[in-house]
């Protein structure tokens, strides 16, 4: 990726210096699934899993500075680039004002609105907050498994996914996604990560369509993240069987699907996007 003229954005807060100390003593559920979902974009989800707690805690306490490794000025720029596409679609939509969310560095755990969260649940948005937290630690493991610079719009991929869940906040999919809960269970959660995947893609298409900051190679190796990240090939990995009615983000041949839709169409219309959360349309489906 190319990201010398990104317009940084100042809504970066880096907390790895510091850590909360939670009162029960301890990170409650640090290690709860075989498998990590990551990208979960869900609080909810992972309250129900056992993974954010709402144990009161310790203010959070200084352990150091936070480490010189890029990590912050990489997100202020790939904030800087979803933040400028997010206002200018909110804006020809004739939505209302775009309200940029913040993102937050976090090391080991972070206390949040949504609970008290271990870097266990993977990067994840908090709509109380309205603020994205990674631990950059999952960033590591994309350059361990893409390899230098090709993991850069992988993770320019999950910082926009979760910024995806903060757009559908800001327009209310998320009480959408409620509404199916009582006759989907877990399955209603595939419309709202699926929905976020579109987004990451529209956005993406309309940053390179006026700055064309991607390289060869850029887009393939978020594609491939997002297909090793479907429901069905995590189950597979973790425990050799699959439960499609356990799914709550989708298989990795939807993921992959809606990635590149949006970054093929750019579309962010309201038709387009209550696709998503037609009554019609079974979620395992879409």
Not at 11 to 38: S, W
Not at 69 to 89: C, H, M, P
């Amino acid at each position: 990726m190319r990201l010398d003229d990104a317009p940084e954005s100042g809504n970066v807060e880096d907390r790895r210096g510091f850590a909360p100390v939670a009162a029960g003593g301890g990170i409650i559920g640090l290690i709860i699934m075989g498998a990590v979902y990551f990208l979960t974009g869900d609080p909810n989800a992972a309250k129900r899993a056992g993974q954010i707690t709402e144990e009161h805690t310790k203010p959070a306490q200084q352990q150091g500075p936070a480490p010189k490794d890029g990590v912050k000025e990489f997100s202020e720029k790939i904030l800087g680039y979803t933040n400028e596409a997010w206002r200018e679609q909110f804006q020809f939509h004739g939505r209302r004002t775009y309200e940029p969310p913040t993102l937050v560095l976090f090391r080991t755990a972070v206390d949040t609105k949504c609970g008290h969260a271990p870097s266990a649940v993977g990067p994840f948005y908090c709509p109380p907050d309205k603020k994205v937290y990674i631990d950059p630690t999952f960033f590591d493991e994309l350059e361990q498994k893409l390899g230098g610079s090709k993991a850069d719009f992988s993770k320019a991929y999950v910082i926009a996914h979760e910024v995806g869940h903060h757009v559908q906040n800001l327009i209310g999919y998320n009480a959408e996604e409620e509404r199916f809960r009582p006759r989907e269970g877990e399955n209603a959660g595939i419309r709202l990560e699926l929905q976020a995947d579109y987004l990451a893609g529209v956005c993406w298409h309309h940053v390179e369509k006026k700055h064309h900051v991607l390289e060869r190679g850029d887009v393939d190796a978020a594609l491939k993240s997002a297909k090793a990240i479907g429901d069905d090939k995590l189950q597979k990995r973790a425990r050799g069987t699959v439960r499609p009615d356990t799914f709550t983000h989708g298989t990795s041949a939807q993921r992959l699907k809606w990635l590149t839709d949006g970054l093929k169409t750019g579309d962010a219309s309201k038709k387009k996007l209550d696709h998503f959360f037609d009554d019609r349309v079974n979620p395992l489906e879409l």
